[in-house]
């Protein structure tokens, strides 16, 4: 049985850093692509980021670039998302998921975590 895990959210000011880490079990994490996903109170769940098997390949959601990055270590078989210079609109529960492409398409995710909060305060 597959299992994501995701921790490191919390409260953090606008213009403040958190780091997400997402824990894999039970498959061979490094077949497969990672991506990271958020819905915030009200809205529809979004892309933000998704990376390669190997890590060579990343694709990120147009709000979020330059300031978030994505990054796995297979060895762990751990992905990270870095996000920085964070505003409220960032405020979300973010998922962890597993995909079978490097795409932004929720329907190519078939492992999902089961979320964590994070809160950007103004």
């Known amino acids: 049985q597959v299992q994501l895990v995701e921790s490191g959210g919390g409260l953090v000011q606008a213009g403040g850093s958190l780091r997400l880490s997402c824990a894999a079990s039970g498959s061979t994490f490094t077949r497969y692509v990672m991506g990271w996903f958020r819905q915030a109170p009200g809205k529809e769940r979004e892309f933000v980021a998704a990376i390669s098997w190997s890590g060579g390949s990343t694709l990120y959601a147009d709000s979020v670039k330059g300031r978030f990055t994505i990054s796995r270590d297979n060895a762990k078989n751990t992905q990270y998302l870095q996000m920085n210079s964070l505003k409220p609109e960032d405020t979300a529960v973010y998922y962890c998921?597993?995909?079978?492409?490097?795409?932004?398409?929720?329907?190519?995710?078939?492992?999902w975590g089961q979320g964590t909060q994070v809160t950007v305060s103004s």
């Open positions: 998921a597993r995909g079978i492409a490097l795409s932004a398409s929720e329907d190519l995710y078939n492992v």
